[in-house]
């Protein structure tokens, strides 16, 4: 044990020093000018914007339920999925992970995806936190409304966590807890961090007074928002990111002893179905709380959160009906988050009728990606993280596309020079700039992930010895039992 904890402890501060190295590399002419997104309310503003109160206690109050969509609302969809000898290590490294990601979000995480530094990845002026005070504040999506820094780093903190966490459930059930620590420490500073920063990272709308104010602005965003993809909260950064690592990790870390001939089977569908209930009820703070505002578009974002995954659960739970003879709870929670995972990118930024479809159109194609093409990628995602949430994802990112287009109940895309929403929506063109984010996510994400799953096998390991799988993880890997006889 003594062995692994120096490797890991090694891993890390490899982790760490390249991290930081590669920000000081790319981007040194940032590095003395580095800001955080709250400069913009800071730059010669007088008097001083102060946050609204409302405001302040919303998106403290979104914070707290995304948290709980972890803890313990995935923690328990997870468990309940798995057998019952690996329960257990399913919740510990939902909470470990939780934890850990969330350490290393005040210490370099929001600094790298938050601040300044160039256009895929921010700079050092926050690490540690240096310079937040409660006086601090953040740009949102609106000219003079600000909230305190403080509750942007950790409502931001809050989706970094869940990320991480959504990657384990691929390869649930042989893989090493070391490996995984290690693995997450790597995913998270290389991936999350720079397609974070890439998607949603800009200044705030502060500054902007005309063309070339609002050219000058964009030019200091992330690489993808400068291209125009919208995000409202998490489809590519959240979703597609970590789906796309958990499918390779399936394969690097290989099938489970007995996959396709011994029966699998979820261990407790009572655990499955309150975990995508909390999933569901966290999800409001998820997609209102992006937000960053108790507004209209909160308001929007909530009702499109509610009308998806309802016709999510009704469309899987009505083809399973179809197909199978019988609808499920499986199929209906499945549902429930294939629909929640679909309207994540488009929250904000569709009409309720759009929301609708995405839903409907997620439950089916979904059940699809955890059935037919599990099976042509031959592939052991023991959880079918990819299936519900890369599947879901990339649908949500493309038609929120589609479904943004005011003439369909979109929003459209905001001018700040105008302040009203641009009248020229092309659904043609924003569906090709949508198709750069999933595709950019999906390569960066993959190749990050290959990478950093070999680095962990050649320092710990990542699976389990056979004896130790067969035996149950949560006996092997933590020395204890969920269900005692």
């Known amino acids: 044990m003594l062995t692994w904890m120096k490797r890991l402890l090694a891993g890390s501060a490899m982790a ?24 913009a309310a800071a730059v010669a503003a007088a008097p001083a914007l102060v946050p609204n109160k409302g405001d302040t206690a919303w998106i403290l109050v979104c914070t707290a339920l995304v948290i709980l969509m972890t803890l313990p609302g995935l923690a328990l969809f997870y468990g309940g999925l798995t057998r019952s000898k690996n329960i257990l290590s399913v919740l ?43 006086d601090s504040v953040a740009a949102t999506f609106s000219k003079g409304i600000v909230i305190p820094e403080y509750v942007f780093m950790a409502f931001q903190a809050a989706f970094a966590t869940i990320t991480c966490c959504l990657i384990v459930g691929s390869f649930a059930e042989r893989a090493k807890f070391s490996a995984i ?48 993809v919208l995000d409202f909260a998490g489809g590519t950064v959240v979703h597609i990111n970590a789906a796309i690592a958990g499918l390779v990790g399936s394969f690097v870390v290989g099938k489970r002893l007995g996959y396709g001939k011994e029966a699998m089977k979820p261990h407790n569908l009572v655990f ?54 019988k609808p499920s709870m499986l199929g209906g929670a499945s549902g429930c988050v294939a629909g929640l995972v679909a309207i994540t990118p ?22 699809w990606g ?6 042509l990628l031959g592939s052991d995602d023991s959880l079918d993280v990819f299936g519900v949430h890369g599947v879901g994802g990339i649908l949500g990112a493309l038609l929120t596309g589609v479904f943004a287009d005011p003439a369909l109940g ?57 004896d130790e799988e067969r035996e149950g993880l949560d006996i092997s890997s933590h020395g204890e039992s969920a269900y005692e006889s």
């Not at 488009?346 to 059940?367: D, H, K, S, Y």
């Open 410 to 466: 979109g929003t459209g895309i905001w001018d700040y020079v105008a302040n009203a929403a641009a009248p020229d929506y092309s659904i043609a063109s924003q569906l090709w700039i949508q198709s750069q984010g999933v595709i950019v996510t999906l390569i960066w994400s993959g190749v990050v992930s290959y990478i950093a799953f070999k680095l962990v096998d050649i320092v710990v390991g990542l699976r389990v010895k056979e």
């Open 346 to 367: 488009a929250a904000g930024f569709v009409g309720p009728m759009g929301a609708l479809v995405i839903g409907a159109a997620a439950g089916a194609i979904c059940l």
């Open 16 to 39: 760490l020093a390249i991290g930081a190295t590669s920000v000081m590399v790319a981007s040194p002419a940032f590095a003395d000018e580095a800001k955080p997104v709250a400069a």
């Open 181 to 228: 620590v290690l693995f997450v420490i790597l995913w998270f500073t290389f991936s999350y961090l720079p397609i974070a920063h890439m998607v949603w990272f800009w200044p705030g709308p502060d500054d902007i007074k005309d063309a070339a104010s609002l050219e000058a602005i964009t030019a200091r965003a992330g690489w993808l928002w400068q291209k125009g």
């Open 272 to 325: 499955v179905m309150i975990g995508a209930s909390l999933l569901w009820f966290g999800w409001f703070g998820f997609n209102a709380g992006s937000a960053l505002e108790a507004n209209g578009s909160a308001a929007l974002a909530f009702v499109n959160t509610l009308l998806a995954t309802a016709a999510a659960v009704l469309s899987w739970s009505v083809a399973e009906w179809v197909l199978k003879g």
């Open 92 to 134: 510990v490294q939902c909470m470990f992970v939780f934890a850990l990601i969330t350490v290393l979000w005040s210490l370099y995480g929001y600094s790298f995806a938050f601040t300044e530094g160039g256009a895929f990845i921010g700079g050092l002026d926050r690490l540690f936190l240096a310079g937040i005070t409660p």
């Open 370 to 375: 955890v059935s037919g093409l599990k099976k």
